[in-house]
DNA sequence: AATGCGGGGCT
DNA sequence: AGCCCAGCATT
């Protein structure tokens, strides 16, 4: 071999016993992992799209409480399951898990026999279709996600390999009983150990196979995506209050916060009183949501929101935001715990 | 292949 | 102030 060579592809397969054992000695207690059944599998992985585990705990434990199977999840409004996943971000998840809930329902409550078939589910991609064939039906192969991304990268020294590519090359890591644990090794692994910046290569049961520590900086791997800048954007809010109601819409069902409530909102400044803005940042745009105090019945479709309403009704954040800025600046009644909601000292 | 789609935690 | 997360749908 030429001295400047890149070494040799390591020979994984002598490391999928240990990553199978370090997986069953040092992963995180999660409560999809308690249960692994279809449903449950399937509502984690939709969940943790693009949403980190921690993030996803407490959602998931309130989901199943509220519902509990397929069933019942088919039988609830979408208001509802909407509602459940206000703060979760990316609601087209939550329409797209209702939907096809509903679709296995009516087909007599059996989920998918097959990969196509779960494929064919709406928000059931190649990941989380792979990932729950490995994980709740034990089929062997690996799910490629962003942590599985990472870790072959870094293995193979390959600043961006091909998903196809890694689930190839990273198989021989899936140990012959219970294949499932080296999938998901490998996913606790990229979010535990092998991190985004500073990797804990010590913690690690594949360091003596991995090509980019051997070259010393495996954070070096994969190689970093070009982001554009975020523009600014300034809307405007119409505040319309009556009494302790205020006066809010539902947004389209698709785009942005598609099929959440909250205040209009409008490219141009409508006729009223203008309040201090409230700034919030999405991932692709800075919104600068300026509140305007309006006067007289709204127009449009929409309906009159009291504190209990908007308690219930799914919001966004920056509505959230909003409401409770109105609420503080006393241009809006709270729900007060005890007495009038308007009484104030 | 590129873009839209949330919100939060970490550095 | 970035970066990125157990990605998917659409174009």
Redesign the pocket.
Known sequence: MPPDAAPPTPDLAPYAEPLAHWFEARARA?P??EDRTPYRTWV??VM????????VVPYFERWMARFPDVATLAAADEEAVLAAWE??????RAR?LHRAARTVAAAGGAFPGDAAGWRA?????????A?IRALAYGERHVAV???V??VGARLLADPAPRDADLAAALAPLLPTDRPERGT?AL??L??TVCT???PACDACPLANACRARAEGDPAAYPA??A??AVPTRRRYAAVHVDGDALWVVRRPPD????GLWGLPQGDDPPAGTTLAPVR?????FVLDLVPVLRDGPPDGDGRWADPDARAQLPF???DRTLVARLEADGHLASAGPAGPATLRP
């Open positions: 999660l999809w992992r984690a992985e943790l799209q693009q949403t980190r585990a921690a993030t703060g979760l971000g990316y609601y087209r797209a589910l709406p928000g059931v991609g190649p990941y989380t279709a990932a996600d962003g942590n991304r990472r998901e996913i606790e990229g979010a985004p910046r500073d970093p995506k982001r554009p785009g942005l916060l598609g919030h940042v999405y991932s692709h966004s954040g920056v």
